[in-house]
Each structure stands twice: as structure tokens, then as C-alpha cells.
């Protein structure tokens, strides 16, 4: 207690040095809040995105599918299936799905493109197919008025084919059994944009597809959205043990490539945060170090009455984590609205960034405990590694050289 005392009346005896040092814990303080809410919340939009746009959370396939993706590597698709992996713990919704790669020609045009046959009503809960349809109308799995079943169309296949809504499309692959897979199709949407990952994509009914495949009965695969997108791996664990036949890979497994970049990402901005931390402390060291060097009269005389030089150690910290508490009871009252404003309402970005061929144009934060947590422990881990120094110096003095100081 006598120490908290001698320390309150030595910060309050310094009142500029005292003020200089708490702006500048607090403006550390501050910028290590707001860069962590940008961090996490930016990712955790451009992951929500991500995920919605076309992986989902979790993805089902048959063996080494995701690696080899075989036309005849297909899941038995039954209502049993369907309703074994909904009634799982946290799954939202489910999406079957069928791939396979395709020539597509138009009039004297062709390209290759790769065939997406989804349920249509299914896939509106778990992707975000239907809002990306920019012309034409979501289709549906009845025959039109001529016979002709319908047919989806990514922006990058429009061009390539200069084709355009109510025209005619025709789709030649390999089937299931080996045979030849051809039909005519009827455009009724264009999806996406020439740079989003759906522009090569041909989107066909999953009966459509199934029939044009010879590949009755059966998906490649399953997306699963969860209402929890943390949970992903307690999920993933539960869905293995109950589909042991089948294999469960995490968004994290599915795209690798882009989880790795924006993990390397994260640690990069980490890093350059704790070196602008770490500047600032330099400065909060060196006002605490030219605290001592005034006080060292002071130090003499307490070490001249009996003081143990681990007391005049321990003084030197209480003051400095009294400065860093007031630091961040300051920097706390500051950072929260603007935080809150930024998780509400965000930065427009005057160029879109684009992410995996997906374009990103608002970079939003994230309001939570430990966007203000992690940077309290590491301002205090900070304030008790700069106490040390002078902690120790000011330990060291001599009561007879320090009385005969000025």
C-alpha cells in the first residue's frame, strides 16, 4: 500500500511527463485496437464472402475427389443421406452438386467450360448464386415451351460465345458410363462478372445434369453452410465419424491456396503492428529512464533508510503500470465508438480488392472483447518489459553517490 502511495504522488508530481507518456501509450494503445478490428473483421467479411459464394463451410466428396476429380467418383444421393448430414449439430443448409468439364458451341463459336449442375431452391440457401444473376431470370427444372431445359451462363462463356438470353446453347462432354454426353440448351441467365470464379461456369439443373452425364442418382459433391462458421472444425470432426465412407474437408482444406495466402497475410500485419507498438515504447522507455535519472537524490535517501533495492524496483514498476492502466481506461473510451463505427458502417475501398476472383469493396471491423483484450495484454507485457531497465538502475544506486547528486 505504501508503495501504491509513493507512486500515485510521484505521477501526480510529474504531471507533463506524466500526461506526455499517457497520449502516448494511449495512441499505441488505440492504433493496436483498431488495426486488430480492421484485421480480424476485414478477414472474417472477405471469409463470409468467400465461403458463400461458392466453397461453403464444409464440403463432402467420394475418396480423393477435391485432389482428383474423376466424372465417375460420385456420392449416392438419397433423402436418408440428405437428412443424416442436416440433422447434425450446426448444419444450416445442404447443396448437391455435379461437375464436369464440357466443350460449349454457339452458332460458329465454342469454348470450354465446366458444367455445374445444382438443385435450384437448395442452392439459394447456401450460396450466393441467385443474387449474382445479373440478366435473365434464376431457372427452374421444367421444360420450356419448345422442350429445351434451361441453362445458366457465366459472363466469361456470354463473351466468348457472344451469346445472349433466349439463345441456344450447346453442351458436349463425356458421360459417367463412358459415353458421349450432348444436348441443347436454352439461356435463360447470365451470372457474375468476366473476372468472378463462376465465369466459365455453365449452371444446369442437378436432374438435368444428372441425365446428361449418365449419372443418375448420384453428386460429386456436397456444400454445407453452418450457422456457425467457427465451428468448422468441431463439425468437420463430427460429420467423419458419422460418414465414415466419405470424405470431409473444411473451406480451409478446399482452398488451401487462399486460406494460406491471408494466414501469411494476417501474420504480416501482426508483425508491423508490434514494431509500431514496440517504437512507441521505445519513447515511453526513455521518459521512464529520465524519470530515475531525476529521482536518483530520491533513490539515495530511500536506500539510505533501509529500503531493499527490489522495493525501489517494484516502485518503478507500479508507476509505470499505473500510467499503463490509465493508458488504456483513456485509450478504451476513445477506441470504442470508433470501432463500433467502423463494424457498422465500414471504409468503401476506392478500388475493389479482388481475392480469388472475387472483388471486395468495403473494409469493415470487428466490435468484440478480444479486438480490446489482445492489445491490453500486450501494451501491459510492453509496460512491464520497460519498467526493467530502470527498475534495475534505479536498484543499483548508491546511497552516497546519490545523495551528493543534484
Known sequence: MLLLKLAFRNILRQRRRT???VLSMTGGYILCCLSFSLTEGSYKNVIRIFTMDHTGHIQIHRDDYLQRPKVFKGIDDTPQQRQE??????VHSIAPRVFAPALAYAGTRNTPVQIVGIEPQLEKTTSRLFDKVN???Y?????NADGYYSAMLGMGVAESLQIKIGDELILISQGADGSIANDIYIVTALVGTRNSWDRNKVYLPLSVAQEFLSFYGKVHQYS?????ESAVDSITQSLTTALPTLTINPWMQVEATFYNSMEADKR???????IIVFIVFIGVLNTVLMSVLERTREFGVLKAIGSRPGTIAGLILI????LAVMSLLVGVVIAAPIIAWFALRGIALPDPIDMGGIEFGFMTGEFSVGVFAWPMLL???FAIAVSIPPGIRAARVSPTRAMGSF
Open 19 to 21: 500526461i506526455l507518456t
Open 85 to 90: 448430414i442436416l440433422s447434425q449439430p450446426g
Open 135 to 137: 440478366q435473365g431470370q
Open 139 to 143: 431457372f427452374d427444372v421444367n421444360l
Open 224 to 228: 454445407l453452410l453452418l450457422a456457425d
Open 268 to 274: 504480416g500485419n501482426r508483425f508491423t503492428l508490434l
Open 319 to 322: 508507476e509505470t503500470m499505473m
Open 379 to 381: 501494451i501491459m507485457a
